[in-house]
């Protein structure tokens, strides 16, 4: 048996395999560690609340608990909110799966004073997790959780029972504020034929039912149980969309071309809902990148104005739709949570981040799938044309970008800061012209870039490829990976 890991939070909230990390002593851990904090005098000496101008709510406004579809997520919800009662907190739990970005617009409008979401987002059945975020809706900065960790200790109180709880249902109104947010006129109006791929998630049915509404023929897939995920961990990447593109292959047999008939367009949320993919009607992925860079663009044709922020493993693409409009755009490193509070404290039009998590002005300071996916659907409705068209069309415009990632079982750490620390002048047969330190190691090409990064997450090597050309990320990739395990050398 593995060693144990010791509760910290990383990237996006803490993780951990059930029945051996992810446990209930574990989770009840968590739940006093919260319970102390939140009455804590240190906690008002937080940034967030000094400098953000972020309301302070007192633990006696409540903690609002939600989960996601994983074995055993709403025991361990309950469990949690069992430990938070017990101490005399008011604690709020949803009557079934939410998907987090609910959650997080949950924390606003009930005015609690901390939310807790039970998931692992993308990772594999076997793990799950607990997200925080403060009263801002957003993903807990690393000087939040720090101070949650610091309360951790192995006692935890459990005197209140389910029956103490109190349940708060968020569904219709989180769809409410979606139709809010989203041109019902052109959608309703256009001719749409839609694909909606839950993954087995927490998203699944909130598509659907806006779309039933709004009268858009559709196609639900993956939308019932199945805590095994159908044997794929909930990432909305290629190789875990294979029914997908089963399904936008056999409705484009059916249907043929628009205008003819409908502009076919898939779309798809992970494991809590809070990130996006899609699928054109060829069955090409629109993944992070282009799906970030059709919304960026989109927005902004639409005459909406504000800073653009993304991670570092983010496209290139999102730099040049900035520079063509005259947009400011700031980097970040990995995790939303560092775009989450660009998006608190400035004028922020959309954050995105390489896993396919976006933020939209206007909304909640955190990553929406579900918004994500109905923009996308604009998009197509707007242009009305096929996706693969209007992607065919942005790269003409901005330039051709293709990207790939790979995730290697190695520990990282070391090799990125022998990389920090001796940068080479050549990879891949490319002069690096520049290398940039903010997260891992980028190594910057005349017409590319390429990532180094340990994951925060879990325990993955990750290696981020941007090119103007599939094969020559695939060649950067392959020369990359020759190195990560030791097969090729750089000096």
Same mark, same amino acid.
């Given at each position: 048996?593995?060693?144990?890991?010791?509760?910290?939070?990383?990237?996006?909230?803490?993780?951990?395999?059930?029945?051996?990390?992810?446990?209930?002593? &574990?989770?009840?851990?968590?739940?006093?560690?919260?319970?102390?904090?939140?009455?804590?005098?240190?906690?008002?000496?937080?940034?967030?609340?000094?400098?953000?101008?972020?309301?302070?709510?007192?633990?006696?406004? $409540?903690?609002?608990?939600?989960?996601?579809?994983?074995?055993? !997520?709403?025991?361990?919800?309950?469990?949690?909110?069992? /430990?938070?009662?017990? &101490?005399?907190?008011?604690?709020?739990?949803?009557?079934?799966?939410?998907?987090?970005?609910?959650?997080?617009?949950?924390?606003?409008?009930?005015?609690?004073?901390?939310?807790?979401?039970?998931? =692992?987002?993308?990772?594999?059945?076997?793990? &799950?997790?607990?997200?925080?975020?403060?009263?801002?809706?957003?993903?807990?900065?690393?000087?939040?959780?720090?101070?949650?960790?610091?309360?951790?200790?192995?006692?935890?109180?459990?005197?209140?029972?389910?029956?103490?709880?109190?349940?708060?249902?968020?569904?219709?109104?989180?769809?409410?504020?979606?139709?809010?947010?989203?041109?019902?006129?052109?959608?309703?109006?256009?001719?749409?034929?839609?694909?909606?791929?839950?993954?087995?998630?927490?998203?699944?049915?909130?598509?659907?039912?806006?779309?039933?509404?709004?009268?858009?023929?559709?196609?639900?897939?993956?939308?019932?149980?199945?805590?095994?995920?159908? $044997?794929?961990?909930?990432?909305?990447?290629?190789? &875990?969309? /294979?029914?997908?593109?089963?399904?936008?292959?056999?409705?484009?047999?059916?249907?043929?071309?628009?205008? =003819?008939?409908?502009?076919?367009?898939?779309?798809?949320?992970?494991?809590?809902?809070?990130?996006?993919?899609?699928?054109?009607?060829?069955?090409?992925?629109?993944?992070?990148?282009?799906?970030?860079?059709?919304?960026?663009?989109?927005?902004?044709?639409?005459?909406?104005?504000?800073?653009? /922020?993304?991670?570092?493993?983010?496209?290139?693409?999102?730099?040049?739709?900035?520079?063509?409009?005259?947009?400011?755009?700031?980097?970040?490193?990995?995790?939303?949570?560092?775009?989450?509070?660009?998006?608190?404290?400035?004028?922020?039009?959309?954050?995105?981040?390489?896993?396919?998590?976006?933020?939209?002005?206007?909304?909640?300071?955190?990553?929406?799938?579900?918004? !994500?996916?109905?923009?996308?659907?604009?998009?197509?409705?707007?242009?009305?044309?096929?996706?693969?068209?209007?992607?065919?069309?942005?790269?003409?415009?901005?330039?051709?970008?293709?990207?790939?990632?790979?995730?290697?079982?190695?520990? $990282?750490?070391?090799?990125?800061?022998?990389?920090?620390?001796?940068?080479?002048?050549?990879?891949?047969?490319?002069?690096?012209?520049?290398?940039?330190?903010?997260?891992?190691?980028?190594?910057?090409?005349?017409?590319?870039?390429?990532?180094?990064?340990? !994951?925060?997450?879990?325990?993955?090597?990750?290696?981020?490829?941007?090119?103007?050309?599939?094969?020559? /990320?695939?060649?950067?990739?392959?020369?990359?990976?020759?190195?990560?395990?030791?097969?090729?050398?750089?000096?």
């Amino acid at each position: 048996m593995r060693a144990v890991k010791p509760i910290q939070f990383g990237t996006d909230g803490w993780r951990g395999v059930i029945a051996e990390d992810f446990t209930f002593e &574990n989770v009840g851990r968590v739940a006093q560690a919260l319970a102390d904090f939140l009455r804590s005098p240190q906690r008002r000496d937080l940034e967030i609340y000094r400098d953000w101008g972020v309301e302070y709510r007192p633990a006696e406004k $409540g903690v609002l608990i939600g989960y996601d579809t994983r074995f055993l !997520s709403r025991e361990f919800a309950t469990f949690f909110a069992r /430990v938070i009662r017990s &101490n005399e907190i008011p604690a709020y739990i949803t009557p079934e799966p939410v998907p987090s970005p609910a959650l997080a617009w949950g924390v606003i409008q009930e005015q609690v004073a901390c939310g807790v979401m039970i998931t =692992s987002s993308h990772n594999p059945y076997y793990y &799950n997790g607990i997200k925080l975020k403060p009263e801002f809706g957003g993903p807990a900065p690393p000087q939040y959780t720090k101070l949650v960790e610091h309360f951790l200790s192995y006692r935890f109180k459990l005197e209140a029972e389910e029956e103490d709880l109190q349940e708060l249902d968020l569904r219709a109104g989180y769809l409410k504020r979606l139709k809010e947010l989203i041109d019902l006129e052109l959608l309703r109006e256009a001719p749409l034929k839609v694909v909606v791929d839950a993954m087995y998630g927490s998203a699944r049915g909130y598509l659907p039912a806006i779309l039933k509404e709004l009268g858009i023929e559709h196609l639900a897939i993956r939308a019932g149980d199945d805590p095994y995920f159908g $044997g794929k961990s909930p990432e909305p990447i290629m190789r &875990n969309l /294979v029914p997908l593109r089963a399904v936008i292959a056999s409705e484009a047999r059916l249907r043929g071309p628009a205008p =003819s008939g409908k502009f076919l367009l898939g779309v798809v949320t992970d494991g809590d809902g809070d990130r996006v993919a899609g699928m054109d009607e060829q069955g090409g992925l629109i993944d992070a990148h282009r799906a970030f860079a059709l919304i960026f663009r989109h927005l902004l044709a639409k005459g909406l104005r504000g800073k653009a /922020v993304k991670s570092i493993s983010l496209t290139d693409m999102a730099d040049r739709i900035a520079e063509r409009n005259g947009i400011e755009l700031e980097q970040t490193p990995v995790g939303f949570k560092f775009i989450g509070e660009k998006m608190v404290r400035e004028d922020v039009l959309i954050g995105g981040e390489e896993s396919g998590g976006i933020g939209i002005k206007g909304h909640i300071p955190e990553r929406d799938g579900l918004l !994500s996916a109905l923009l996308l659907l604009e998009v197509v409705a707007l242009a009305r044309k096929p996706m693969s068209a209007i992607i065919k069309e942005m790269m003409e415009e901005i330039g051709y970008h293709y990207y790939d990632r790979r995730d290697l079982h190695l520990e $990282g750490r070391e090799l990125v800061e022998r990389l920090r620390r001796e940068p080479p002048d050549q990879f891949a047969g490319r002069k690096v012209v520049a290398v940039e330190t903010l997260d891992g190691v980028k190594l910057r090409f005349t017409g590319g870039w390429l990532l180094f990064r340990a !994951s925060g997450t879990e325990p993955l090597l990750r290696l981020y490829c941007e090119m103007g050309r599939p094969e020559e /990320v695939r060649e950067v990739l392959a020369e990359a990976e020759d190195y990560a395990r030791g097969e090729r050398k750089l000096w």
